[in-house]
């Protein structure tokens, strides 16, 4: 059945208009085109090579760094170690001392006998020794083994009732072992008025004695320690400090840190190894460690990486004004290189156009052996060889209005087969013979429609009127009606344009192969519709035979697939034929032709073409089906 839907709205594609500017230049200019990739080339290699020294330069010089923090840094131990192997052997002096041991063994009620062997120590080492070295605070002996305690103090005294014993490291000094190293914050110290005057300290302590009962401690501020991390300073903000084995700082050039927790993110690295150098997580320092012989202690490096590679930027910074400095004075050579690469392309475009103006007869003299010139060459014996089509296809389009003049004879033969047609209708009018009186009636059409000349093809009505004709003549084989059902998108889609005899033959195609006999009618379906766009025509022909054989699908598909000319002429009226004749009126990518089986039973057939409203022609719609 012929039914309408909604309206087809056309839209069109809205073109960008072409932009001026650089762009448009690239585009339309090969020497421009040239020189912009030549340029950009250049410039390329240039920020490699820039990228490749600065990229080996910063490690050649984070490493020299490192080396050069290394030896710094093991100065700074060995100057330590000088410091604290002096206190170290003068407790061992005093430790093993006569004078001390005794002391030592003095009872504690002794209390004169104890202050007379006190201030000799004094006298014999202690003042020596607080004379020689300004950071000493105090010197503490004790006797564990009767409570014999002496301090011996500088500048600043001890409380009332301090004693050794109440230092939270007492209990873990270790028996027999060398020195234990303690760094705390001391608030048992007063002054001269008695006043409170906490202190920094480094407490030394060491046990004697065959059982360990006797006890040296030694309190030193940490000005040395200072000293020596202040000049262990690298570049503008690297600095150095020590750390215990806990990760404390015990020495820091900003006091506010001392006692201070390391990051995980440094203790981690320093867990895993005496010495080295690392890169903290989310940090840009580099941190250069070492541990101090005979301590738990690590001595610390720290530098910002960019102070390491500001002389890298430097030579970076170099390298990329030469590149633009080469850069400035390379733009005009490429330029007069790709000038002088295009001059002969730009003559060959001329030419060109000229002959797309009609002129054939502009050779281009071109110079040279290369590969322009041999372009050049080519594309004076393509106009040759253009001369000789055109004169050809004037010979052509001679003998295309001699085949004219011949189909007109065509058709005044065929006139003669028209008068008899008609003189059999006739006839079976008079004798009141229907049935052939419709089947000569509709087949003087058909041959009529078939041999008739028309400028522009025909329309989709034609050929639907054509498909109606046809099937009323098969009708009376099948003694009876065929029915064929069509659907139209919208009537106006009967005026596009179309070749002739383009349904007929898909109808007889179904009736002729789709098995069927008087018992088992044959049913068609006929769709025509447009595309999303409305650009192309969509026709559809379905049957309710037994479809296609696998083999013979396939059969077919290869058949329109193929080229050579033999398999065109293998069938004069088929699918090739029909697909070729729209391969000839809107060229291969406009022309879509699909077969398959439809999902219940029957064959079906699609056909796309673009839609062309046809030149004349009407079709009313006042039939319901085309049998």
């Not at 500048?155 to 060398?178: H, M, Q």
């Not at 900003?254 to 895993?272: C, N």
């Amino acid at each position: 059945m012929i039914a309408g839907r909604s309206n087809l709205r056309l839209r069109g594609l809205d073109l960008p208009a072409n932009q001026a500017g650089v762009g448009s230049l690239l585009r339309n200019s090969l020497k421009w085109k040239l020189t912009f990739i030549f340029t950009l080339l250049f410039v390329g290699n240039i920020l490699i090579l820039a990228w490749s020294v600065h990229n080996s330069s910063t490690k050649v010089i984070i490493r020299d760094s490192a080396r050069f923090g290394q030896l710094a840094l093991s100065q700074a131990i060995l100057n330590i170690e000088r410091y604290m192997d002096y206190t170290r052997q003068f407790m061992y002096r005093m430790g093993v001392s006569g004078e001390l041991q005794r002391w030592a063994s003095t009872s504690p009620g002794l209390k004169g006998e104890l202050v007379s062997r006190s201030l000799r120590l004094e006298e014999e080492f202690v003042v020596p020794f607080f004379g020689l070295n300004d950071d000493i605070v105090s010197i503490t002996i004790y006797n564990a083994s009767n409570g014999n305690e002496h301090h011996f103090t500088k500048g600043l005294f001890f409380g009332l009732n301090y004693s050794i014993r109440d230092e939270p490291w007492f209990e873990a000094v270790p028996v027999f072992e060398t020195t234990a190293y303690y760094v705390s914050l001391n608030d048992r110290y007063v002054d001269g008025a008695g006043k409170p005057a906490p202190l920094h300290v480094v407490s030394l302590v060491k046990r004697f004695g065959m059982s360990g009962d006797l006890y040296v401690k030694i309190d030193v501020r940490p000005n040395l320690l200072q000293q020596i991390l202040n000049d262990l300073r690298l570049g503008e903000s690297g600095i150095g400090f020590i750390v215990d084995a806990d990760g404390r700082m015990i020495a820091h050039p900003d006091s506010s840190r001392l006692f201070e927790m390391l990051d995980s993110s440094y203790l981690e690295p320093m867990a895993e190894a005496p010495a080295g150098t690392f890169t903290p997580k989310g940090s840009n320092l580099t941190v250069i460690f070492d541990t101090i012989p005979d301590s738990n202690w690590r001595s610390v490096i720290q530098i910002p990486s960019g102070e390491i590679a500001s002389g890298i930027h430097v030579v970076r910074n170099a390298v990329y004004s030469i590149a633009l400095f080469n850069l400035a004075a390379s733009i005009p050579l490429i330029w007069l290189v790709s000038a002088s690469l295009t001059k002969r392309l730009i003559s060959l475009k001329k030419s060109m156009v000229s002959t797309g103006q009609g002129n054939f007869h502009s050779p281009i003299t071109v110079r040279g052996n290369d590969e322009i010139a041999v372009v050049a060459q080519s594309y004076n014996r393509m106009l040759q060889e253009l001369e000789a089509h055109v004169i050809h296809l004037s010979e052509a389009r001679a003998l295309e209005q001699q085949a004219v003049m011949l189909s007109l004879q065509m058709q005044i033969d065929a006139h003669f087969l028209y008068n008899t047609l008609e003189i059999i209708n006739a006839m079976a009018y008079k004798n009141k013979a229907e049935d052939v009186e419709v089947i000569t009636h509709n087949l003087a059409g058909m041959l009529r429609y078939t041999v008739e000349l028309k400028d522009g093809g025909t329309s989709l009505a034609e050929e639907v009127e054509q498909l109606r004709r046809y099937l009323l003549i098969v009708g009376y084989r099948f003694g009876g009606t065929v029915d064929c059902f069509v659907t139209v998108e919208t009537p106006a889609l009967l005026q596009a344009e179309s070749i002739k005899i383009l349904l007929q033959p898909l109808a007889e195609n179904s009736i002729l192969h789709g098995g069927f006999d008087e018992d088992r009618l044959p049913q068609l379906e006929l769709s025509i519709a447009a595309s999303v766009n409305g650009s192309k025509l969509l026709v559809r022909m379905r049957d309710n035979g037994r479809g296609f054989g696998p083999e013979r699908l396939l059969e077919i598909r290869r058949s329109l697939a193929a080229e050579g000319p033999q398999e065109l002429l293998e069938r004069k009226i088929g699918l090739r034929n029909i697909y070729k004749r729209l391969v000839k009126r809107w060229g291969s990518g406009n022309v879509e032709l699909r077969l398959d089986n439809a999902a219940g039973g029957g064959a079906v057939v699609e056909i796309g073409f673009p839609f062309t409203e046809a030149k004349e022609g009407e079709y009313a719609v006042a039939r319901t089906d085309c049998g």
